[in-house]
């Protein structure tokens, strides 16, 4: 049972270009969570998914950022025009739902240059 | 006010010491508490669950303290592998399905 898997695993993109992070969830987990860490900080909630529904997207910056989690293929967390500031370690979580803690994936390291 | 603060650290202690974290959350309606470990920008990784009577996993003891709103991780007989940063983890609200806040963390650093 492979665990959550988020690819790419680094990800380099210039100014203004667009950023897209996969993730598959655990199979069997139907809920998908994104976090971002800026360097030297916690763990921020960006948003949280069911399959085609956007259940809480309260931590998700106004503007450029955009999740979806279709009835088929893996969660996709999209950045638009990236910026400097968007360089972060992008994790992405799964729970079956309940008490159960989350199962993170290794992550994406976004660099913007 | 941060919905869940820890103190950040670092804990410098020797082999062998016992370590406490502690933690508190704003939100009284929260259900599920948890710790979680995270190394070196690594993905955290879950430890333990938190319950309300207590729990023990071997070296490790996690407690709440609803009233409170106080959370504790108790780390007996450390070991250099223990050296981590450990995250103090709430759900948001009164439903056990949902964004979970994390906390700073707080960094440990086990010596020789």
């Known amino acids: 049972n492979a665990g959550v898997m988020q690819n790419p695993r680094h990800l380099v993109r210039r100014r203004g270009q667009e950023a897209r992070l996969r993730c598959s969830p655990m199979k069997g987990h139907s809920h998908v969570y994104w976090y971002r860490q800026l360097p030297e900080e916690g763990l921020k909630f960006m948003v949280y998914l069911q399959k085609e529904n956007i259940i809480d997207e309260s931590g998700m910056p106004k503007e450029r950022f955009s999740a979806e989690f279709p009835k088929e293929g893996p969660s996709i967390l999209r950045i638009q025009q990236v910026v400097r500031g968007d360089s972060a370690a992008y994790f992405c979580a799964s729970s079956p739902g309940g008490r159960d803690g989350y199962t993170f994936g290794s992550g994406t390291r976004l660099t913007v240059v | ?112």
């Open chain 2, 1 to 112: 006010r941060k919905e869940v603060e820890q103190d950040p650290g670092p804990f410098n202690v020797p082999e062998g010491a016992t370590v406490a974290f502690n933690c508190t959350y704003s939100n009284s309606a929260s259900q599920s508490f948890f710790w979680y470990r995270q190394d070196c920008r690594k993905e955290p990784k879950l430890l333990m669950s938190v319950y309300s009577s207590g729990n023990e996993d071997g070296r490790f003891t996690a407690q709440l303290n609803r009233a409170s709103q106080y959370i504790s991780l108790l780390i007996r007989d450390s070991k250099l592998s223990d050296s981590a940063t450990y995250l103090c983890v709430v759900n948001s609200g009164s439903s056990n399905t949902g964004k979970l806040i994390f906390g700073q963390g707080t960094t440990l650093q086990v010596k020789p």
